[in-house]
């Protein structure tokens, strides 16, 4: 079955940086668009970034976070820079695979002085 596991999270002060890591496994990783999602407390989930050939990013954290992927360990990761109070949040991993949502467990990630 499809799994997805974050690690990586962490508190961290402002201007500072993070690595978010996701394991995959259960469907044909190299194929498949790799999506990060963040959760603030009281707002609703929104895209980070993502990646398959090319990557996104949200406005928000253009220029700051990068993606990049290992299609030989099934792994996607996110990395922070510059990080400011408000990318406080639980950063999730997300793969769509055969038309299915699949989510990761989160990984929170606390941006404080």
């Known amino acids: 079955q499809v799994q997805l596991v974050e690690s990586g999270g962490g508190l961290v002060q402002p201007g500072g940086s993070l690595r978010l890591s996701c394991a995959a496994s259960?469907?044909?990783?190299?194929?498949?668009?790799m999506n990060w999602y963040r959760q603030a407390p009281g707002k609703e989930r929104e895209f980070v970034a993502s990646?398959?050939?090319?990557?996104k990013f949200a406005d928000s954290v253009k220029g700051r976070f990068t993606i990049s992927r290992d299609n030989a360990k099934d792994m996607v990761y996110l990395h922070m820079n510059s990080l400011k109070l408000e990318d406080t949040a639980v950063y999730y991993c997300?793969?769509?695979?055969?038309?299915?949502?699949?989510w990761g467990q989160g990984t929170q990630v606390t941006v404080s002085s």
């Open positions: 259960g469907f044909t990783f190299s194929r498949s668009v």
């Open positions: 997300n793969a769509v695979v055969n038309f299915n949502n699949y």
């Open positions: 990646t398959r050939l090319g990557t």
